[in-house]
């Protein structure tokens, strides 16, 4: 496990390789995520010497309970279906424990990974549906916040790469075909949007409540 300032250049290269082959962002992009996160972590698994996996957590809390924010979890392909995932979940788990976190939240990056997600423990905690930009935003009854650096680092991306977001009464959200926003929803399986991993007994309530992530990478 190490900080997202790497020390060794060569686990940089790694991360940014695999950062490239999973989601096809730049090396430019990425080092300049790397940059604005200094507090943020990256767990990275090898095998020997080789890197197979890697995610990054950031911090952020809800209801008042201090927890990570998991992305950017991603095997390499030729290492893929060796179950390094599933360690590199569970050593997360581990390290959040081990830092005070009260739980993991993670939007999966597509419907399928809902379960498997819930094969360690994560539950269905955030929800929301698309919207168009000039409707009426609903406030859910809870929501994610961001630590500050990320917050800032949204705002700085924003402005360097022109991404598109849309700011009201403070809460940022993201963009899509620039003509919706995901915004806070009923609690139901049609608009399920984020999963919740409870680490300790007063979090395990934070699944049952309706809450919402404003904003995420995707």
Not at 49 to 60: F, K, P, Q, R, V
Not at 115 to 139: C, H, M, V, W
Not at 149 to 176: L, P
Request: charged residues 30%; glycine residues 8%.
């Amino acid at each position: 496990m190490i900080l997202v300032k790497f020390e060794i250049e060569e686990l940089r290269q790694d991360a940014v390789k695999l950062w490239q082959e999973a989601f096809g962002d730049s090396e430019e992009y990425i080092d300049f995520f790397h940059s604005a996160h200094d507090s943020c972590v990256c767990l990275m698994l090898t095998d020997g010497d080789e890197l197979t996996s890697a995610l990054y957590l950031i911090d952020g809390e809800l209801c008042g309970q201090k927890g990570y924010y998991l992305f950017a979890a991603a095997t390499f392909m030729k290492f893929r279906g060796r179950g390094y995932m599933a360690t590199l979940l569970k050593k997360a788990e581990s390290f959040a424990k081990d830092n005070g976190k009260s739980f993991i939240a993670l939007v999966p990056a597509e419907g399928t990974l809902f379960d498997y997600y819930s094969r360690f423990g994560y539950k269905t905690a955030f929800y929301a549906k698309k919207q168009p930009l000039p409707e009426r935003i609903n406030d859910a009854e809870n929501s994610f916040i961001w630590c500050s650096a990320h917050t800032e680092y949204i705002m700085r991306e924003h402005e360097k790469y022109g991404t598109d977001i849309y700011e009201k009464d403070g809460v940022i959200y993201s963009v899509f075909d620039g003509r919706y926003i995901k915004v806070p929803a009923e609690k139901s399986e049609e608009y399920r949007y984020g999963m919740l991993l409870p680490l300790d007994d007063g979090a395990d309530k934070l699944t049952e409540l309706n809450s919402y992530i404003g904003l995420t990478l995707e």
